[in-house]
């Protein structure tokens, strides 16, 4: 197995959900976490928890979905950490709506949260990545494999990012990166409750998969040794009946 300890692991959408339980899992693991969001209050709640097991936490406050945020992120990466072992993207943003009537506006608000940013932070980061053979993972979603009525908009973004994904992967095998997908169903998170709202239905939290259930399966495929790699992850909530 691959010892996550002291590998440095970038994590967009750390503040919350998914992001925050991988860097939580990732921080159980020894790993060196830069956490990445937009709300510092959170991110440094999640830092103050992660450093009970990590050797080290950087919370870096900005906007991904800008350039020149991107370029800042960069440069002080190279300070803090001077490498990259491990990328996690986990933020991303929904807006609900049929295609007849959904705004062009979210469309290009989603696709430059989703698709664009994911890219050009890869984009930027490849160069480490590529020097430490290390690992990306694309937080995807069911939408990403299943466009249902209602998220024509968010579904694409995630098919896009899908096809980034296995671009990706194509290019950089070779050069002993790996490249994993995870599609997880309706998780509990601050996203969910808000999609809940959105859809005039009740949010309850037990209904749907935990963070921490997907967390568990980004550390195992993580972990593998260099013999194996998990290329598409699906969860799912568990229905008993």
Request: proline share 3%; aromatic share 4%.
């Amino acid at each position: 197995m691959i010892v996550l300890k002291n590998q440095v692991a970038v994590v967009t959408g750390a503040s919350s959900g998914i992001g925050k339980a991988i860097a939580l899992a990732l921080a159980a693991q020894g790993a060196k976490l830069c956490l990445l969001g937009r709300k510092l209050d959170q991110l440094l709640a999640v830092q103050k928890s992660a450093e009970e097991t990590s050797p080290q936490v950087i919370c870096y406050q900005l906007d991904l979905t800008l350039d020149e945020d991107i370029e800042k992120l960069k440069a002080r990466l190279d300070v803090d950490f001077g490498h990259v072992d491990i990328l996690i993207h986990s933020a991303g943003v929904i807006a609900l709506g049929d295609i007849q009537t959904a705004s062009v506006a979210n469309f290009d608000w989603q696709y430059r949260t989703n698709v664009r940013t994911p890219y050009l932070l890869t984009q930027t980061l490849l160069p480490d990545l590529i020097s430490s053979q290390g690992q990306i993972v694309f937080i995807n979603s069911s939408a990403g494999l299943n466009a249902k009525a209602g998220v024509g908009q968010y579904a694409a973004t995630k098919h896009a990012l899908k096809a980034i994904a296995d671009s990706l992967r194509s290019e950089v095998n070779a050069l002993g990166v790996r490249v994993i997908s995870v599609f997880p169903g309706r998780t509990a998170s601050p996203m969910q409750a808000a999609i809940c709202e959105m859809e005039g239905k009740a949010y309850n939290s037990s209904r749907f998969l935990q963070p921490e259930d997907v967390a568990a399966v980004v550390i195992n495929a993580l972990s593998l040794p260099h013999t194996a790699e998990v290329t598409d992850i699906h969860v799912r909530p568990f229905q008993k009946s």
